[in-house]
């Protein structure tokens, strides 16, 4: 009934607004995002007491020749998705309470529209359903890109579209191979626990070929390098709420993905070609990194450290050990949280200023010290400092990948110093020394984008300092999946 | 005592989140004033705790907080330890930290950011305490970078000069060099012991194999040498004198910069069992010792050549710490945290009255103007040279008879390193304090001695700086050694000295003898041939130009390091990045985007239409589901 109530909810606010005109669609939508929020906390709530609960599962047949079902259910993985991103689209849609967009009621329908498959993709236990959703939150912000981004958004947004479906036909390509090879009393099916049979019943060839076929769907969407280069210029160009969507949730399903639909499908081929994979996600740490380090536009700069923290996730997952994917699972909540939170504060900036250009700014510190202080607290959370979100995922990920090779964790450790590099040399830029340009000024921040900030920064320190409850849903959606390992 | 021990952080925290949320509202009075009264407290407290360990035969109490992170195997409860080793800690860093409390209300109360000042430096006694109080390598790395983070905020104090930002960077940067080594130390800790808590590591370290040992010690190691400033990463300390200088007393001479030193001695059974990393800190100790007292000699900023004191005396606590001599060095980090901290704020007392002025060649007899901060900076100097009975004399020699036994060469070098520091220091006092004032009418009008809160501190660390020998009496004098006795039940595996008494004489007639030849040789040149420091480069011999431009460390590290890395940044984004990947995936685009175009010939173009047809399919489905 929940999981259902969670998808029903999102599409029908959006519709909703679809249909009517309202100057009041923002409101509106932020009213239904934050019933959808207390829907989710209603399910964390039921499933903490109650895991098995029915109103957590539902079943029903889609299409019977085919054996699809519409099957979804909350599962210790699922729920912390779904807090996630219950948890942050109110924020988006309150991040952008200071921009007008045209069209707003469309706007937020794709918004919801996005929730609404996102949500799908964190619930769904049915192989086709899966990617049925995976494709759909693609359309939303496809739109989203297209219609309300910056200049060039018609080609890059194309880019984007046609680069991140390629792969994931690759990925129904492999789930169809799964499918085939399914057998429950002489029918195919496209149970998860059926396609994980299949998939384990396959040669290590045959596994090696769909580690692939999936890998590079789940590749390109995080992204890891050398898939990444849509992603900075989609991030760049797209409106703020629509990179906040793919930076804080979208490329979450990649890496929940990876969890969820890579490692117990194909065990033998990620052990086989597991390495490699690691390998390209530690290279885009430095590589990234580094390149960050020569940006000029802070939006820019953000996307390049997404990569690099992505890459350190997709290196824990793909190491496959309980630190790994618990890392993992941490670091996704933490990710998202504070990479929404860069965003915010790269377009609070931009709309204070005009500009994104670190080069331009300086000493807005002197003009607006509050700003400073929330700004860098979402920092601190980015380079990982012990006691705030960023630092229980970075710590059990560099564990997770130091118990696979202690040269990758070095590696992969650089993070660490380069992150603070660019971040530090950002900030200074842009908030310290004096001012550059004596046109710039900096008032006081607008309450949404107050109360936004506070919101992130407070959440940046609590689960940093306690991230006991949503600490032991990650061991335990680890631990489950870990059992479906050995 | 369990309840009072966990409270210990929790007023510095509260005086943090006091200044930072009403700091605007508040008087500098009281602000200074909860600051300075919520370490008071946690000193009671940590004295209270002190005297019970003390007088009590349990010497190690462990309080658990809360449990902070799980995974599988792995637990990392947050919990705190007291035990004589972070007690001696505890003591340094509220009561040390508590005078320069007061002292900066003096120092700091023309200041615009007073309330900010006082907030960071709560702050930083609050993730000072953790650091100390951490029962496992996490919680003390949670302190660890929790310090780096106010030395970073503290040292760039004043945001608008982009210099002191720089430092402020710096500093965190190379400290987060050492903090890899460190995280990785750590991680290694657990997956050798399946557990990252002292007790079991330590009980358990013998277990694994000396390589693996090795490799762990070293790791932790390269932490120390970022956090205490040892060679190679020690060339932000002396840039971190930007801060205020209450800030270069507490955080970057008394407590932060020995975090090393209580590091390694917490973990010294790594140490005792591997020859290879004693051995390496050792050298690295006594390199660092030399090097930066060389540099030293000929430094003219007051506050450069106590930063770069500091880095020497650090390295030869590391020194000390090789050579297993553990309750030494933390002998020595005590009476260097009493009268370096005391050198510091009387510098600061120097500047307060020079009106900002830190060139001691444009000083010169103040000793008549200023009287108490003279006569307690001739403590500190004496102290700090190592002249009997003053209390650097005890905790030096101590090290100094270990390194001895354990390596002539490297006592040597030390001696020559101690010699060194005798020749600066005096050099620092008889430039600044006698002689003839050469600064301008402007500031000789101006001089005058400070406040009280100002000097009050520095009578008591005068005090301290005397009396601080007798925590440590020498054994062969038949005294006790407290220090030592104190630490006995943390040292795992102690190196006994086996010294004759003779010897022990011997050497410590050496120390003195050549201590006080120096200074009469500093007294000769300084002040009976009134020998002046060059007013300007081009005057400098080739080899002062090296020394004075610190052997070029810093643009040697830019070269190798900085711009490479700056430039591989810019060949990967703009070549690699945008023309060699990006260009590959264009190439194969663009036989995509052709069935694109074709494909969207088919569509009308009217986005709004396809975006409600969109919805409507999915609706469509959805009560398809729902009949079916």
Redesign the interface.
């Known amino acids: 009934m929940l999981t259902l109530l969670l998808i ?1 909810l999102p ?1 029908l606010a ?2 909703l607004l ?1 249909a009517s005109k309202t100057p009041a669609a923002r409101n509106l939508a932020m009213i239904f995002s934050l019933a959808e929020f207390v829907i989710a906390l209603g399910a964390w709530y039921v499933f903490s007491t109650n895991p098995g609960s029915s109103l957590l599962q539902v079943n ?3 299409v019977e020749s085919l054996n699809i079902h ?1 099957n979804l259910s909350i599962s210790a993985l699922s729920i912390l998705m779904v807090l996630l991103t219950c948890f942050l689209v109110p924020l988006i849609i309150l991040s952008s309470f200071q921009s007008e967009y045209e069209n707003a009621n ?1 706007f937020y ?2 918004i919801l ?1 996005m929730q609404m498959a996102l949500v799908g993709v964190f619930m769904a236990n049915d192989g086709f359903l899966f990617y049925v959703f995976w494709e ?1 939150a693609l ?1 939303p912000i496809y ?1 989203i890109c ?2 309300w981004g910056g200049e060039n958004r018609g080609k890059i947004t ?2 984007f579209f ?2 991140t479906l ?1 792969g994931s036909l690759f990925m129904l390509i492999g789930l169809i191979y799964l499918y085939n090879h399914t057998n429950v009393e002489g029918l195919k099916s496209w149970y998860i626990n059926d396609l994980y049979n299949a998939g384990r019943s396959l040669t290590d060839t045959q596994q090696s070929a769909v580690f692939w076929l999936i890998f590079i769907a789940f590749a390109i969407k995080m992204p890891v390098f ?1 898939f ?3 992603q900075p210029d989609t991030y760049v160009n797209a409106p703020t709420q629509g990179t906040m969507l793919l930076s804080g949730i979208m490329l979450k399903m990649a890496t929940f993905g990876a969890i969820k639909w890579l490692l117990p499908l194909v065990p033998l081929g990620v052990q086989e070609w597991g390495n490699t994979a690691i390998v390209l996600s530690v290279i885009g740490i430095v ?1 990234a990194s ?6 000029k536009d802070f939006k820019r700069l953000i996307a390049y450290s997404s990569i690099a923290h992505v890459g350190l996730i997709s290196a824990g997952i793909l190491s496959a050990n ?2 790994g994917i ?2 993992a699972i941490m670091q996704m909540l933490a990710h998202g949280v504070n990479v929404v939170g860069l965003f915010l504060i790269a377009d609070i900036i931009f709309r204070h200023t005009g500009t994104r250009e670190m080069s331009k700014l300086g ?1 807005i ?2 003009m607006n010290g509050n700003f400073s202080v929330l700004f860098l607290i979402v920092l ?1 959370g980015s380079v990982a ?3 705030t979100n960023g630092f ?1 995922g970075e ?2 990920l ?2 997770g990948v ?2 696979y090779s ?1 040269l990758i ?2 590696f992969a ?2 993070t ?2 380069l992150g ?2 660019y971040m ?2 950002a900030y ?1 830029t842009m908030m ?3 001012r550059r340009d004596s046109n710039i000024t900096f008032g006081s921040l607008h309450k949404s984008d107050k109360v936004a900030l506070m919101i992130i920064a407070l959440v940046v320190i609590v689960f940093g300092v ?3 409850p949503l ?2 849903i990650a ?1 335990q959606a ?2 489950e999946i870990l059992m479906l390992l050995n | 005592m369990n309840t009072l021990i966990a409270l210990i952080p929790v007023f510095p925290l509260i005086g943090f989140l006091f200044n930072s949320f009403l700091g605007k509202k508040i008087s500098k009075n009281l602000s200074g004033i909860v600051a300075s009264l919520s370490v008071l407290i946690s000193f009671v407290i940590s004295v209270m705790a002190f005297l019970h360990l003390q007088s009590s035969s349990v010497k190690s109490i462990i309080v658990p907080v ?9 637990d990392i409860p947050f919990e705190y330890l007291l035990d004589p080793l972070s007690s001696v800690f505890l003591l340094i860093i509220t009561g040390i930290g508590f005078l320069i409390h007061i002292y900066s209300i003096g120092y700091m109360s023309h200041d615009e950011g007073f309330q900010r000042f006082f907030a960071y430096l709560n702050l930083f006694v609050f993730f000072m305490l953790l650091l100390v109080l951490g029962n496992n390598y ?1 919680v003390i ?2 302190g ?3 310090v780096g ?1 106010c030395s ?1 905020l503290l040292i ?1 104090f004043w ?4 210099d002191y ?2 430092a402020a ?1 710096k500093a ?2 190379m400290n ?2 050492g ?2 080594g460190f ?2 130390g750590v ?2 800790i ?2 050798t012991y399946g557990s990252i808590s002292y007790n079991e590591v330590f009980s358990n370290a013998g277990t694994a194999s000396t390589a693996v040992v090795t490799t762990i010690a070293l790791l932790l190691f390269v932490g120390a040498m970022g956090k205490s400033a040892q060679i190679p990463l020690y060339t932000w300390l002396p840039d971190a004198m930007a801060g205020p200088t209450p800030v270069s007393a507490l955080i970057h001479a008394a407590t932060m910069v020995t975090a090393g030193i209580y590091m390694v001695t917490r973990s010294n059974v790594f140490y005792s069992i591997s020859e290879v990393a004693a051995q390496t800190v050792a050298i690295i100790g006594v390199a660092t010792a030399l090097f930066a007292a060389t540099i030293g000699l000929l430094q003219n900023d007051i506050k450069k050549i106590l930063a770069y004191s500091t880095v020497s005396q650090l390295g030869l606590m590391f020194l000390g710490l090789g050579v297993g001599a553990y309750s030494s060095s933390v002998f020595h980090v005590t009476t260097h945290a009493f009268f370096k901290a005391l050198l510091f704020l009387g510098a600061g007392s120097v500047i307060h009255a020079m009106g900002g002025e830190q060139d001691i060649r444009k000083m010169g007899g103040l000793k008549g103007k200023v009287k108490i901060t003279f006569l307690t900076m001739l403590i500190g100097t004496i102290a700090i040279s190592g002249l009997p009975p003053f209390s650097g004399f005890f905790s030096k020699d101590e090290i100094l008879a270990h390194v001895y036994e354990h390596s002539k060469t490297l006592w040597v070098l030390g001696m020559v390193a101690s010699m060194l520091t005798a020749f600066y220091m005096f050099r620092m006092l008889f430039l600044t304090f006698y002689g003839t004032f050469s600064g301008t009418h402007e500031q000789e009008h101006h001089l005058h001695e400070s406040p009280p809160t100002m000097t009050f501190p520095l009578i008591v660390l005068a005090a301290l700086s005397v009396l601080g020998g007798l925590l440590g009496l020498p054994e062969f004098w038949h005294m006790t050694n407290w220090m030592h006795h104190n630490l006995e039940s943390v040292i795992l595996r102690p190196v006994p000295v086996t010294l004759e008494h003779e010897t022990e004489w011997m050497l410590m007639g050496l120390a003195v003898a050549s201590a006080a030849a120096v200074i009469y040789f500093t007294y000769l040149l300084y002040r009976k041939y009134g020998v002046q420091p060059a007013q300007k480069e081009e005057q400098l011999k080739p080899w002062q130009k090296l020394i004075y431009h610190k052997y070029y460390v810093d643009e040697i590290y830019d070269a190798l390091i900085r711009k490479p ?2 430039f ?3 060949l ?3 070549f690699f ?1 945008l023309q060699v ?2 260009g590959l ?2 190439a194969s ?1 663009s036989i ?2 052709f069935f ?1 175009s074709t494909v969207r010939l088919a569509q009308t173009g009217n ?2 239409f396809y ?2 047809s ?2 409507l399919g ?2 469509c489905i ?1 009560l398809f ?1 729902f009949l ?1």
């Open positions: 029903g599409l959006s519709l679809f029903l047949t889609w519409v469309s329908a794709l529209l759909l359309i739109f297209l219609l194309f880019k046609v680069y390629f050398p990444h280069t849509w590589y580094l390149i960050a380090m020569a940006q309980q630190q618990q890392g000493g510190r002197s601190l400092l012990p006691l229980v710590f059990l560099i564990n130091y118990q202690a964790a070095t450790g650089l660490v110093i603070a590099v530090l040399r200074q310290l020394g004096e306690y991230p006991g600490n032991a061991e680890t631990k | 809360f449990s902070w992170i799980t995974s599988g195997s792995l996490l790395f949670v660890w970078e929790g983070l970073y760039g945001y608008k000069n982009t930002n720089n960077r965190f940067v987060r060099i903090d890899l995280l990785l991680i290694l657990f997956i890395l700056d591989l940044a810019s990967f984004y703009k990045d990947i990006d995936v264009n685009g995509v985007k694109g986005i709004g975006l409600m969109m919805v999915i609706v959805v589901l079916v």
